[in-house]
């Protein structure tokens, strides 16, 4: 089953009280000193945060979606959704992405068990310089995402790809959706954030129906579900809505209606359009 939500139903709070090439740049991984136990391993859900620096986003957005995944991890509501897991603590590791070469991890595999580690986390997210870099490739995060889960010290019962973006694939080894359909065979679920605040236009290839295109061709897994933000003044409020479902492991509330998956049929939006849109444009 998968969920199809609008930010205006942000009610779960309260419920839950560069060019074609370029590098990949990844932060030193924290590894503990010595092989955890499997208690001190154990968490609810290992949790990788993917998001869209692309040339598209403009800084005054990259510095609110920066914001909003910090405060998100500090509040209230968060540590109350944390403490509602089985384990009580999860693992966390953020990376930004843009062409399907350049992904840098900013914070490698995290424990948050508390206002102090989840705090710590805050507190890196925010002091990150924020960069931005060419082309917008999903299958390129998608596929920097799988490993890092073996890489990840910590074992949780659910491992979920959270992905944010304002744009279609338009770069990368292959199309979305089979980057997406290689992570779900694995047992992964893959979430999302469309960021539809701007007019679509012609210079930064963004395209209508974006929340779509995320829903038939980004997303996938069991309980997956977007997230949709539709205006500046609903990005903090829609990535802590986000973060407490992942975190929880709940399903929304009664009022969200639920879309069965429907991966069979044909998307409402082509999951290549935008490697045509390129195409067209740049004639490669």
């Excluded at 102090?116 to 920097?144: C, H, L, N, Q, W």
């Excluded at 990535?239 to 879309?259: F, S």
Aim: aromatic content about 8%.
């Amino acid at each position: 089953m998968r969920w199809w939500i609008s930010i205006g139903v942000a009610c779960l709070a309260g419920a839950l009280a560069g060019g074609d090439v370029a590098t990949v740049v990844a932060a030193p991984r924290t590894q503990p000193a010595q092989p955890l136990s499997e208690k001190e391993a154990s968490v609810d859900v290992e949790l990788i945060l993917a998001v869209d620096v692309s040339y598209s986003m403009d800084l005054d957005e990259l510095a609110i979606q920066r914001e909003g995944y910090a405060q998100a991890l500090s509040s209230r509501e968060f540590l109350q959704a944390l403490k509602s897991g089985v384990h009580g603590r999860i693992a966390v590791t953020y990376f930004e992405w843009a062409a399907s070469s350049d992904q840098k991890i900013i914070i490698p595999w995290r424990l948050i068990d508390g206002p102090e580690s989840a705090d710590a986390v805050a507190a890196e997210i925010m002091k990150t310089p924020i960069r931005r870099a060419s082309r917008t490739s999903i299958s390129g995060a998608i596929y920097f995402a799988m490993p890092l889960f073996d890489e990840n010290p910590y074992r949780g019962l659910r491992r979920v790809i959270d992905i944010s973006g304002d744009g279609p694939n338009n770069n990368g080894p292959s199309p979305v959706t089979i980057a997406r359909d290689e992570a779900v065979d694995k047992g992964i679920t893959i979430n999302g954030l469309p960021i539809m605040v701007k007019e679509p236009s012609y210079s930064t290839m963004d395209i209508e129906n974006l929340d779509l295109y995320y829903k038939d061709c980004v997303t996938g897994g069991h309980g997956s579900f977007v997230v949709t933000i539709k205006s500046r003044d609903e990005f903090k409020e829609a990535i802590r809505t986000k973060l407490l479902m992942e975190v929880a492991g709940r399903t929304p509330p009664p009022r969200i209606v639920p879309v069965a998956d429907d991966a069979d049929k044909e998307p409402r939006v082509s999951c290549t359009i935008g490697e045509k849109i390129w195409q067209d444009r740049w004639g490669r």
